[in-house]
Every structure is written in structure tokens, then in C-alpha cells.
């Protein structure tokens, strides 16, 4: 019969390998659209969510103010805090363990967490996925940094459009129900339109904010209905 646990810890080890490795296109993305090494790899370190990693490059790609993209970055981060809210009573972190637990909790590990019954389960798969995550990712970055830096001009392999790519490759999987489709196409619908007229980032968060005000505005009993 399986150990206690056993089942948990290769989930969580399996979703954090493949997550993690995710990260060598972060690292490559960010030095070809302008980054250095060092800077791409402080991302990775401080900032740790990709969706925003990701759209933060973008920004900068574009040509916009590293303010944007951060005001950007911030609005796609959000997310994290509700993450925590509703780990908060499963975890019980208390002092320093609190601000390190923070620095985890991205969508695999609040995934992780949640789906199991037992809370001391739930504890040890939030701190295997996030550690793994968190370590293989930025050991990937640090080595897609470097293998950017020789590619030189992202334009001659396409990596110019590759940043838009990787960033809905994250989100498309989970726009599950109708409403979320709906909410992230009046979002795109709306920075798409606006590129023309504004500064390089004020899209990506104007779209932003129009997507949050739709998603309030949708009745609560079909924001999550499939």
C-alpha cells in the first residue's frame, strides 16, 4: 500500500518540473526584447508569477516605459491575492513563514493545494509545487538569459512575436467557462483597438481594467458556469 503522502509529492514534483522548465523560454524572450542577463533572472527571483513576467516583457518589447509594464504586470498579478485569501485558512502561516509562503503561491501551487482533502496534504503540496517551481525556474531563466544574449536581434528568429505567443499560451487554458472567454475577448478587443492611439503598455492595461469591469458586471451566478 502506498505511503501517506506518496501520491501527493509526485504530483506536486511532476507539476513543478514541467512548470519549471517553462522558464528557459522566459529567460530567452526577456534578453532578446532588451533585457540583460541579471535583470531578466531579478524578474524571475522577486517578481515569480509568469503571466506577468511575460506581459512585463511584452511591454518592453513594444517600446513602452518599464512603468507601464510594471503597472501592467501588477494588474496581471493581482490574481496572487485572492490565491491567498483563500489559502490563508489552510495553511495557517504565521511571521517570516507567511512573507516566504507568499512568494509561492502562484496558480500551480494554489492548484495543488486546494484540490486535496487533507489539510496536512494540502500544506506539503503547496510547499513541494512552489519550491520546485520556484527553484527550476529560475535555473531555467538564468539559462534561457544566456542562450538569448546569443541570439542576438529577436526579429531574425521571430521572437519578437514569440512574447505574445507564450503569454496565451499561458492564459488560454484557463478560460474554461463562456463568461471568462467573454471577459478576455472585450479585454483584447479593447487593447487592440487602442495600440494605434496610445503608448506602448496603456493597452494592455486600459484592456485590463475594461475586462475587470465586465466581469463585475456579469450577474455572480455565471462569472464561474461553463
Do not use: H
Amino acid at each position: 500500500m502506498p505511503a501517506p503522502g506518496r501520491s501527493v509529492k509526485a504530483d506536486s514534483l511532476g507539476v513543478g518540473v514541467a512548470t519549471g522548465a517553462y522558464g528557459v523560454s522566459f529567460g530567452a524572450l526577456a534578453t532578446a526584447s532588451g533585457l540583460d542577463v541579471w535583470q531578466a533572472c531579478a524578474l524571475s527571483l522577486l517578481v515569480f508569477t509568469g503571466a506577468s513576467q511575460f506581459a512585463f516583457v511584452g511591454v518592453v518589447a513594444a517600446g513602452g516605459v518599464p512603468l507601464a509594464g510594471a503597472a501592467t504586470s501588477i494588474l496581471l498579478g493581482s490574481r496572487n491575492l485572492f490565491y491567498g485569501i483563500g489559502l490563508a485558512p489552510v495553511l495557517r502561516l504565521r511571521g517570516w513563514r507567511r512573507v516566504l509562503g507568499a512568494q509561492l503561491v502562484i496558480d500551480e501551487s494554489t492548484a495543488m493545494a486546494l484540490g486535496q482533502s487533507d489539510r496536512d496534504e494540502a500544506r506539503l503540496a503547496f510547499r513541494l509545487t512552489g519550491v520546485s517551481v520556484f527553484v527550476l525556474w529560475n535555473l531555467m531563466t538564468l539559462a534561457g538569459a544566456l542562450a538569448g544574449t546569443a541570439i542576438g536581434d529577436p526579429r531574425t528568429f521571430g521572437l519578437d512575436a514569440a512574447v505574445g505567443g507564450a503569454f496565451l499560451a499561458l492564459l488560454w487554458p484557463r478560460l474554461t467557462a463562456f463568461p471568462q472567454r467573454v471577459v478576455a475577448i472585450v479585454g483584447a478587443a479593447v487593447a487592440t483597438g487602442l495600440v494605434p492611439f496610445t503608448a506602448a503598455g496603456l493597452p494592455i492595461i486600459l484592456g485590463g481594467a475594461a475586462a475587470v469591469a465586465v466581469g463585475l458586471a456579469l450577474p455572480s451566478g455565471k462569472r464561474g458556469s461553463g
